[in-house]
């Protein structure tokens, strides 16, 4: 991602270049980036985004489309993503999050006792660990299926579960190829029966859910309400919401948020407390204040300096490390003027290690995230800004911190590996090769 910054302005910190026809800017400042990003016309009386949409891109749609459905917000567009948007931010409402803290802290503490019964003291990735974790939780969070992966850790992941995995590694696999036949999803080809077979098993599951809802057979119950239920109740101002196909596409689009991500999160965060012993003495200071259980929604503002882990762990490795924007009406960034239809690069992981606003950005320094007022807005997106953010980032950032501190209060993490390397894959950023660590239980 550094090469961003070798070819953009040394004082105005953009770049632009040609894709076929269509002309592209890459901004690196965190102040264009925040001029981008919340930039407002008003027409009629109306608020409109300048930049709140990405430029369809067919091939890419396909992909994304046979992956998570047609009304899966992450393909929509216009007036229909406005629509899914609006239900999407009613149902991942903040206030109901205190009631999944149980279901982390218990999922990871599972995962707790594998490790500790079986891989202790043997150099392990613990990427496919964290996939537990995160594949567990966000299915019963979801639409309350528990995927079980935890319950024994040596088995890996259910059918399920490793049939959503092969769908997204097929997903990225095919959108960077270039085999024309990967577009024609309907040939008799072994990929394309393996691909169906996958999206039939997992979406299924999803339906079947939906049904027992829908039918009253399974007993609502408030205390362990989940994504599913509020997303049938959603509704906007005409009273219209989600049908049958649209859900099961939104709960593929929250398993695939919801899992990729958070589990690279940990990933990056647990190596990185593996090479800086320091960090995680004072990590492990803080997690011995907390009660000897399961953590609980009441122990979350003990967690400060696990929060910050967390945070800068994104800052150093976010895993989504670019984002574009299309523009939809002109812009004036500094003098330079940005015509309509320009696509706007944000190179994330390039702006969160930009000297201009970090001190010693190569350095995992978790303390820069005490006073979070101190740092210039703009500088710090990895869920992205504006319209098209991640609209589940504060359950993305719950999730990491809750299983975090339940992961680093049970071992003592020293690294195999090392350095942290990370390569592309598709439009994620994986540790490349897979960081080792080692793992002792603390008494």
């Known amino acids: 991602m550094s090469d961003f910054i070798a070819f953009c302005d040394k004082d105005n910190g953009m770049c632009g270049f040609m894709i076929f026809s269509n002309l592209a800017v890459i901004v690196t400042k965190a102040e264009h980036v925040r001029k981008v990003t919340s930039s407002l016309i008003v027409l009629n009386l109306k608020v409109f985004h300048l930049f709140a949409h990405r430029r369809e891109i067919p091939t890419a749609k396909k992909h994304m489309d046979n992956f998570l459905g047609p ?3 992450v393909s929509l567009y216009d007036s229909r993503w406005t629509f899914h948007r609006k239900l999407m931010f009613k149902a991942l409402q903040y206030s109901k999050y205190p009631l999944f803290v149980d279901v982390i802290s218990t999922t990871t503490a599972k995962l707790v006792d594998g490790l500790r019964t079986n891989y202790q003291r043997k150099p392990i990735d613990m990427l496919p660990f964290f996939k537990m974790v995160t594949f567990d939780v966000i299915g019963k969070v979801a639409f309350g299926y528990d995927f079980e992966s935890t319950k024994d850790i040596t088995k890996g992941l259910n059918d399920v579960a490793k049939a959503f995995e092969f769908l997204l590694e097929e997903q990225s696999r095919r959108s960077y190829t270039i085999n024309p036949f990967s577009m024609f999803y309907s040939l008799p080809t072994p990929s394309n029966f393996k691909h169906r077979a996958a999206r039939s098993l997992v979406r299924s599951k999803i339906e079947e859910m939906i049904r027992l809802r829908r039918s009253g057979q399974v007993a ?8 599913l239920y509020r997303m049938m109740d959603a509704k906007d101002e005409r009273g219209v919401g ?8 939104e709960i593929m689009t929250i398993m ?30 803080e997690l011995k204040q907390l009660p000897p259980r ?32 299309a523009a939809d009406s002109d812009l004036d960034l500094d003098g330079i003027k940005i015509p309509a239809g320009t696509d706007i690069w944000i190179p994330i992981a390039c702006i969160q290690r930009d000297p201009t606003s970090w001190a010693d950005p190569d350095d995992f320094v978790p303390e820069r995230f005490e006073n979070e007022r101190d740092i210039p807005k703009g500088s710090f997106i990895p869920f992205s800004l504006g319209d098209r953010n991640c609209i589940g980032q504060k359950f993305a950032l719950l999730e990491a911190t809750v299983a975090l501190a339940t992961f680093s209060r049970a071992f003592h993490i020293t690294a195999v590996t090392a350095d942290v390397k990370t390569a592309m894959a598709g439009v994620i950023q994986r540790p490349v090769p897979p960081f080792l660590v080692s793992l002792e239980a603390r008494k």
């Open 242 to 249: 989600l049908n049958d196909e649209e859900l099961t596409d």
């Open 71 to 73: 009304n899966s917000l």
């Open 294 to 325: 399961d953590l609980k929604h009441e122990d979350m503002p003990a967690l400060t300096y696990c929060n910050c882990v967390v945070k800068e762990a994104l800052r150093m490795f976010p895993p989504a490390p670019l984002t574009v924007r």
């Open 220 to 227: 609502r119950n408030e205390a362990d309400e989940d994504f």
């Open 256 to 285: 695939f948020g919801g899992f990729d991500t958070t589990s690279l999160t940990l990933t990056y965060a647990a190596a990185l407390l593996g090479l800086h012993p320091a960090k995680q003495e004072r990590l492990f200071e």
